[in-house]
């Protein structure tokens, strides 16, 4: 296994649309532990494959909530949203040092394939509906910065530039 480059802020490939992957396979297993590792090494509990450059629809989750399993979809998709919403600090490992508070729909029914090429069905809430939520997002080029405020975006880029700066 290795480490993965993260891709901060600013590169073109996490504004991309990332492109559907195709069936699973070595490569990806290999891919996919990777991402594994350099989640877990930037303490992260999510991670999606245009973070590390690659524009293909995967994402990995650990919300370490004792309830739901690290894993790992291809081809996520949101099929449905609960009803109610909720306000979290967000963060995000492309974005290091810097968090805001966004405004979710706090459960999710999510459909993917798995490492092994079955499709599976997620009924998520909470922390894990939050974190699926957000690494869909980046599937889509969309980042947690533009799920808020345009006033509160803006202190958030400038709190980032400046911790960027040192
Ligand atoms: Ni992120």
Known sequence: MSLLR???LGADVLRQKARAVPAPGPELERLVA???ETMYDAHGIGLAAPQIGRSERLIVVDVKDGDSAPMALLNPVVVEFGEG???VEEGCLSIPGV???VERPASCVVEAT???GNAVRLEAQGMLSRCLQHEIDHLDGVLFIDRISPIKRKMVLARYRKLAEK
């Open 6 to 8: 993260i891709e901060m």
């Open 34 to 36: 990777d991402m594994f």
């Open 85 to 87: 919403k909720d306000r």
């Open 99 to 101: 968090v805001a508070t």
């Open 114 to 116: 798995d490492t092994a």
